[in-house]
């Protein structure tokens, strides 16, 4: 598995800065939840370390023995109008393999998550719930090494968030590196060995989970997690 | 005036042989020019939608520009292409349905492109993210998108269709109106009415809007089913 060393990012977009100098050591093993409160920086740190952001400037260093294969699974399902199986074969045309073999692990992926049965169902017209389960059979059918997951139950009921994180931590068990963001803290205490909590575009503390979410030493990560109002007051202290 | 009306409704109901060839002529030739505008015109929108390249932004403007190319200094520039000692001479074209067909096409074309690139613009703000983290090449999201927008597509088609169909000033120029050869449903309804056979103009009238609205209702019938099974 793949470890991740995020060196002084730095992100700007039409004025606002959105990381600021933000460095990070993310271990190689299991599942690391990036917490932290609304703009802080979360999703544009997973952009940057999948490449869909180019940071103005700093690094991500990807620590692994070959080339490592990545999956993004988004908050809102970005699903095609098509089926549900045309989708997961979608992720799979960048592999070079047959349309035989990219229909066979798309049914086998599909399978996985529990859609089976709805492989050929448009693919908008799957619950909720469904569709992120289709998103994840989309990443997991690539056999990922890495797999970036941005809130991908935000949207969800208990049931279908039950599922998900039950996906989650399926993929984490076989091997892949999942890097999660979550504003629910119960379910990063399920799911995620260690956390790197964020606040106004820095990583301002990391650590295993438990331990960072019982005894955290940062002031931002305290009002974090008591849910302590305003955020700004931490500027104005500062 | 009830006289022209009886012959319009005469010649239709008899199915006269004028209407027949020239509109069999007119739908012939603004369907292979719409079908090369959407072979051309489609894949390009699509790729000036999800393609990150310098002059992007130039290119579309010039696309949206050429979508209001005066139809008669197309046939204008066509026809000095296509005479005998233009660059394509040699072809022959001149003057017969391949010209005219070349004629709508170049009048579709850039059509076809801006409202693909718009409405495969508008998918990739949705979906354009997901794709690149999926590791696809810009062809190939392209693909994906033109497939997500199937059915708006068909919007962009008829519009396509509207515009070579009804189109007068280029196939005048390249085709000549040439009696049982080059003269389609617009040509033949200017000249009729111009020697006052206002009958056979009317007829062609109305099977020209007869023609645009059972082409609108059948791409209408095919987005609401698409919209019914996917959403």
Redesign the interface.
Known sequence: MPAIELSDLALARNGTTILDGLSAGISAAGITALIGPNGAGKSATL?VI?G?LAPDAGSVRIVAAGPVR???V?QRP?????SALANVA??L??LGLSRTERTRRAHAALARVGLGDRASA?A??LSGGEQQRLTLA?AWA?EPDLLLADEPTANLDPGATELVEGLIAEIARQGTKVVLVSHNLGQVTRLAADVVVLARGRAVEQGPTRTLLTSPRAPETRAYITGELPWTSFAAAS | MLQTFQETISRLVTLDRDVLVIAWLSLRVSLTAVGIGLGIGIPVGALLAVAMFPGRSVLVGLLNAFMGLPPVIVGLVLYLVLSRSGPLGSLGLLFTPGAMVAAQAVLATPLVAALTRQVVADAEA??G?????????AP?RAL?LI??T??SLVTTALAAFGRAISEIGAVLVVGGNIDGHTRTMTTAISLETQKGDLSLALALGLVLIGLVILINALAATLRAH?AR???
Do not use: I, K, M
């Open positions: 952009r999948d869909l990545r999956a993004f988004f970005a699903l095609l109008r098509a979608l992720a045309t960048p448009p908008t017209r989309r690539v | 949705h979906l993210e997901q794709l690149r983290s999926l590791g696809l090449s190939r994906a497939h997500d199937r059915f698409a099974a996917y959403g």
